[in-house]
């Protein structure tokens, strides 16, 4: 088998691939290895030399990409910040830990938002990915370069992290899947934080199936995160062709009345809900009254608890230290040193909302208007069994388009960030192309209704029948496209 | 709105040194930013409990089991200074 024909597997194909012998572990890695260590996107931030030892288990000698902020032992965890340049922590993420007791080999480690902040990965320390749809474009973030590197197959899957739509939106504008589980799923011990009561690692893949595959092996309830709680029933391997009886609630505050919302990204959203009529779903226009301001308590929160978080970057125990005369200028200056402009300006804005005297005017109302979006959801799934919305309002934007103007660019968060704030799983599944580019189609569900989620998103892949394989073939490669002919669901 | 005074405490208590361009720059981006959160004041939240956490889970209790911690070489092999055994800082009055 060449080595074109092994990346064009799906994670599940080349499990299968492997388990009969028509594929090895080292092919499969080298193959990876060379397409990762060879791209031009600036996915990845490092790409080990050679695959680690690999235990035997399901997903064994499948490699796996992983974003920069997972700590993986001895290998550099930076979260793509300056002031964790070179770091390479003593111990692994539970998450990790799970995959490689899965039998998974780490890849590499993948570029981002400096610590995940951010809609485009241009605040990375280590410079923009590129989308491998346009190279002029952004890939969205902050789990850019996981996202980069699954639609352009330099890697077979991706693990990331969502806050706000750091899996959902990136995915979408590079016409892969991603989905964000139920708060609590996934352990965040050895993730480094951002916003600890948002932040939930999640798969990035191909197609559905592997979402389902990945995120089965990264659930657990561990004793290192007491929020971690698992899932009340295993994740199954999706196999609905049909919705019949599925009843889908389509907000307008996250669709039609959405502001910034393109036309374009519209009449995609419009094609996927026939194609759910056509499948069986009834649809209905209803009303999440509190979701447009979900946005406003958000840039609250997240910054909040950021601000709060990021205090031990102090220059201390570990990562970048600047010369200080005293201490306090140890700290103030490693920090203006080591901290980038978006990092900067939330820390300051979460630290406004918490100080003396604005608290309950910001935090404290932000909490309640929380309370307020959850009790929509919770509502409206008693009548819906998902609410549908566009991923993001916009396709792929130019790079540096955005990065001027930070409330324009908090606005493509505008309909993830609600399921965040809500705690609630919601998958991106590609949903067709405007202008040329990737747009992405949102199925949220209740509290732990991940497989009925990926059912739904399943039998709709099947009805869309996206074709990534233009990502694909153009790559992060400087060589030849994939030959035609290769198995998978890429179109190739 | 978010004058540049309101900058520079913010800044101090965040223990974040600032350039005069970057004070300048964060008191619009600042001000922008609050304007448009600004928008929950229209709500009505009388009576609303803030959200604790978004799942409904009771305590979270695990057994309290003495585990072993990292070595302290291996922690301090990442230390940018280290003095007899700890991490090494300057004086707070230097």
Request: hydrophobic share 40%; net charge negative.
């Amino acid at each position: 088998m060449t080595a074109t024909d092994a990346v064009a597997f799906t994670a599940a194909q080349a499990v299968d691939a492997l388990a009969r012998g028509d594929l090895s572990a080292g092919e499969l890695f080298a193959a990876y290895r060379e397409r990762a260590a060879g791209e031009e996107l600036n996915a990845f931030t490092w790409v080990a030399e050679e695959a680690p030892a690999v235990q035997d288990g399901p997903l064994k000698g499948v490699p796996v990409a992983v974003k920069d902020l997972f700590c993986t032992r001895g290998v550099p965890s930076q979260s793509g910040s300056r002031i964790l340049e070179g770091y390479r922590p003593p111990y692994t993420a539970t998450v990790v830990e799970n995959l490689e007791r899965a039998g998974t080999t780490l890849l590499g480690k993948t570029n981002q938002d400096e610590f995940a902040m951010g809609s485009s990965n241009e605040n990375s320390a280590f410079g923009p990915v590129l989308n491998p749809w346009d190279r002029g474009r952004v890939p969205g973030g902050s789990s850019g370069g996981s996202a980069a590197a699954v639609a352009a197959g330099l890697t077979p899957w991706a693990i990331a992290t969502d806050t706000g739509g750091s899996i959902r939106q990136p995915a979408a504008l590079c016409g892969i899947v991603g989905m964000k589980p139920t708060y609590g799923a996934v352990s965040r011990y050895g993730m480094i934080a951002f916003a600890s009561s948002l932040d939930q690692a999640g798969p990035l893949t191909r197609d559905v199936t592997d979402a389902a595959l990945l995120l089965g092996h990264m659930v657990s309830r561990d004793p290192r995160d007491s929020t971690s709680i698992g899932l009340p029933e295993a994740i199954r391997l999706p196999d609905a062709r049909r919705l019949d009886g599925i009843r889908l609630g389509v907000p307008e505050e996250l669709s039609g009345e959405a502001e910034g919302i393109e036309p374009g990204v519209m009449e995609a959203f419009e094609a996927t809900l026939r194609v759910a009529q056509e499948l069986g779903a009834s649809l209905e226009t209803m009303r999440l009254p509190h979701a447009e301001h979900g946005l406003s308590a958000y840039y609250v929160l997240a910054p909040a608890e950021a601000s709060s978080n990021l205090a031990r970057y102090d220059g201390v125990r570990y990562g970048l230290r600047s010369d200080g005369s005293d201490l306090v200028s140890l700290y103030t200056q490693t920090r203006h040193d080591g901290f980038g402009p978006e990092v900067k300006r939330r820390i300051m804005l979460g630290t406004y909302a918490l100080s003396s005297g604005y608290y309950d005017a910001y935090y404290g109302r932000a909490q309640k208007v929380r309370t307020k979006i959850a009790q929509d959801f919770h509502e409206a799934f008693e009548r819906f069994d998902f609410v549908v919305t566009p991923t993001a309002p916009t396709v792929a934007f130019g790079l540096g388009t955005k990065v001027h103007d930070p409330l324009a660019m908090y606005l493509n968060d505008y309909c993830t960030v609600p399921m965040s704030l809500a705690g609630t799983p919601a998958i991106s599944i590609p949903n067709g192309l405007s202008e040329g580019l990737p747009t992405g189609f949102q199925i949220a569900g209740p509290a732990f209704s991940e497989n009925a989620i990926l059912d739904a998103a399943h039998a709709l892949e099947g009805a869309i029948g996206f074709d990534g394989s233009r990502a694909f073939s153009r790559g992060g490669m400087p060589s030849t496209p994939p030959e035609r002919g290769a198995p998978g669901p890429l179109g190739l | 709105m978010i004058d540049r005074e309101q900058v520079l405490h913010v800044a101090r208590l965040a223990r974040l040194e600032l350039t005069d361009e970057e004070v300048a720059r964060m008191a619009g981006e600042l001000s922008d930013v609050l304007g448009h959160i600004e928008r929950i004041d229209q709500l009505d939240l009388e009576g609303v409990a803030p959200t604790t956490h978004v799942v409904d889970v009771p305590n979270a209790l695990r057994a309290d089991e003495p585990a072993p911690s990292l070595p302290r070489e291996v922690v301090l092999e990442r230390a940018p200074a280290v003095e007899a055994d700890g991490f090494s800082v300057p004086s707070p009055q230097a």
